[in-house]
């Protein structure tokens, strides 16, 4: 399967720890992107990356939130000191340059306690 | 700011018959719109997508369809199965002035009952 594949799929943390997240998009796509969903909603974009440059960010993107893609390969999206209201789904995508279509991995469902 | 509204959280509907999904939008700096399809314990799956130099996208029994004037778009799928039974997101692109970011509609639960 040379599908976007993430990693955790689940992870449960207390308030104030921080997590790491992993994004394997499809090889040959260039562009890597973050969104977040909570229930009854539907994805709200956080990030993206063309190669290994962060070009996008959006205002969602606190302070405690800081993502990477060193080699332009995977990508991690990391929440330091992590609140309840942190908890949802993080899902990644990736696409080619010139494309519009997104192609979204399973998501990795944080839960804060 | 909802840019991108879908009013029906549910649809149910008859296999066999049409499922009409809607979409409706305020950016008129939209010029892409795409609907995934979401199973739970996964991502969203894209299905079609349309331009906003199109007003319609058929492929097999999935078409769009794109109405400028109204800011209004519409998934059909004929004839409905069981296994289309999932969660529907319209969700829209402003290369030129929002970059690559999609902005998604809050989804609709679409039922389709044997």
């Known amino acids: 399967d040379t599908g976007v594949s993430q990693d955790p799929r689940h992870k449960i943390t207390k308030r104030g720890q921080n997590v790491t997240f992993r994004c394997d998009p499809i090889s040959e796509h260039n562009r890597l992107y973050w969104y977040r969903q909570t229930l009854g909603q539907g994805p709200e974009f956080l990030t993206y990356?063309?190669?290994?440059?962060?070009?996008?960010k959006s205002r969602l993107l606190s302070d405690r939130f800081s993502a990477e893609r060193p080699k332009g390969s995977f990508s991690t999206l990391e929440i330091q000191r992590t609140e309840q209201g942190d908890s949802a789904m993080y899902l990644c995508?990736?696409?080619?340059?010139?494309?519009?279509?997104?192609?979204f991995g399973p998501g990795t469902r944080l839960t804060v306690t | 700011d909802q840019q991108v509204k879908q009013n029906s959280p549910s649809l149910s509907v008859q296999e066999g018959r049409i499922s009409i999904l809607n979409c409706d939008y305020t950016?008129?700096?939209?010029?892409?719109f795409l609907w995934y399809k979401k199973y739970p314990a996964e991502g969203p799956t894209f299905l079609i997508s349309i331009s906003s130099i199109k007003d319609k996208n058929e492929d097999g029994r999935f078409t769009v369809f794109l109405n400028k004037s109204a800011k209004h778009l519409s998934l059909h799928i004929v004839p409905s199965q069981p296994g289309d039974s999932a969660v529907y997101f319209c969700a829209a692109s402003a290369r030129e002035t929002s970059g690559s970011r999609l902005t998604f509609g809050e989804g609709t639960q679409l039922t389709v009952n044997p």
């Open positions: 995508a990736s696409s080619l340059v010139r494309q519009y279509e997104q192609y």
């Open positions: 990356f063309q190669n290994e440059a962060q070009l996008e």
């Open positions: 950016n008129s700096m939209f010029d892409y």
